[in-house]
């Protein structure tokens, strides 16, 4: 298979908080291949927006290093950056707070070709065909931002951001606003022109219903550790961590792990302060002895599916001999 379009290994990202630091993004791998959506999952506070802020280089990179389109994404500085930012473009989930209230929208669809050199005409040319594409026509070109509904602003999201023909497109909860029908509408669009465009899609969204319609990989994180990640398919048929199981029991239908549902309990905590061990383990419904003390291995299930739980381990990989085996437990944990 030809290199990923995006690679990180070990993305770390801490913010100041008072005198102490919070580790939001803690040794992050991620793999996402030309043409595919990567679907970015968990609960509000695991870190999703971010790793979009790490990737668009909205904040700095503590430690790791991020490879995209052939650039060593991470070390690009000033005008290199500048110069090469055109290849990552972001699609927000409140368009309405992105977009210069005072600009009419077609303005702020030219804006980024004007940015860089094109030609007023052109750009403005450019900006009403993409519009046109979005689903946005004629007058509604003209409109400013609040005068068009949510949905529409959407539209104008994703017109801005594929004017200047990126690679890859981070669309964070992009439809989470919107009523379930308009979803639908601009997933489709997304979907459609991901074809069209050739273009490659980090989907963060905390919607799992959605998964099935835009994910090709998924990768489920917690305490801003990435737990589990797979094809969409395998993680959403055979999830194997306990996180994801508790996360994918909410989805119509489902019971991962072939019991019943049996939701996340209780709250996520404080990232300033992670549990020690497995970080889930006091959330868990199958921990046992050892994880709240080992932090457990990430474990290759199939070549493209892996998770990070001590019931998948083999004895051998195990660094604490006290931590019980899986067999016993792992169909304990399934049942
Ligand atoms: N600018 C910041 N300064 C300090 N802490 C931050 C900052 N931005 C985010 N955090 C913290 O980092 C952690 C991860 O936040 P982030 O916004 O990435 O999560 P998220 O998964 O996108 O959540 P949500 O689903 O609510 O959007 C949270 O604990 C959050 O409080
Ligand atoms: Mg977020």
Redesign the pocket.
């Known amino acids: 298979m030809s290199a990923p379009l995006l690679r990180t290994r070990g993305l770390t990202v801490d913010?100041r908080?008072g005198r102490g630091r919070?580790r939001?993004v803690d040794h992050v791998d991620l793999d996402l291949h030309q043409g595919e959506t990567l679907a970015v999952i968990?609960e509000?506070?695991?870190?999703?927006?971010?790793i979009a802020s790490a990737l668009l280089r909205l904040v700095p990179v503590a430690a790791g290093s991020v490879e995209f389109d052939g650039l060593d994404w991470a070390s690009l500085r000033g005008a290199a950056l500048r110069r090469e930012r055109h290849r990552m473009q972001f699609v927000p989930q409140d368009a309405g707070s992105s977009l210069d209230p005072r600009w009419r929208v077609r303005e702020s669809v030219a804006e980024p070709l004007a940015v860089a050199g094109t030609s007023a005409r052109q750009a403005r040319d450019r900006a009403a065909a993409m519009l046109d594409r979005v689903g946005l026509e004629g007058p509604l070109q003209e409109r400013f931002p609040h005068q068009l509904s949510g949905g529409q602003r959407q539209r104008v999201a994703i017109a801005r951001a594929l004017i200047s023909k990126p690679r890859l497109v981070i669309c964070d909860?992009a439809v989470s606003a919107l009523d379930v029908s308009l979803q639908a509408e601009i997933v489709n669009l997304l979907v459609e022109l991901r074809a069209e465009r050739d273009l490659t899609y980090v989907f963060i969204t905390?919607d799992i219903a959605l998964l099935p319609y835009v994910a090709d990989r998924v990768a489920v994180l917690y305490l801003g550790q990435v737990v589990e990640s797979g094809p969409a398919r395998d993680v959403l048929v055979d999830p194997q961590h306990p996180y994801t199981q508790g996360l994918l029991s909410s989805l119509p239908g489902a019971h991962p792990g072939g019991g019943a549902e049996r939701p996340v309990r209780g709250e996520i905590p404080d990232?300033a302060n992670p549990p020690t061990g497995c970080r889930f383990h006091p959330r868990c419904p199958v921990a046992v002895d050892g994880c709240p003390q080992v932090e457990p291995a990430v474990v290759p299930v199939s070549p493209a599916h892996s998770a990070a739980c001590h019931l998948l381990e083999p004895r051998s990989a195990t660094a604490d001999p006290a931590v019980p085996l899986p067999s016993s437990l792992l169909r304990k944990a399934r049942s």
Request: net charge neutral; glycine share 20%.
């Open positions: 913010y908080v919070l939001a968990g509000s506070g695991s870190g999703k927006s971010t909860e905390h990232p």
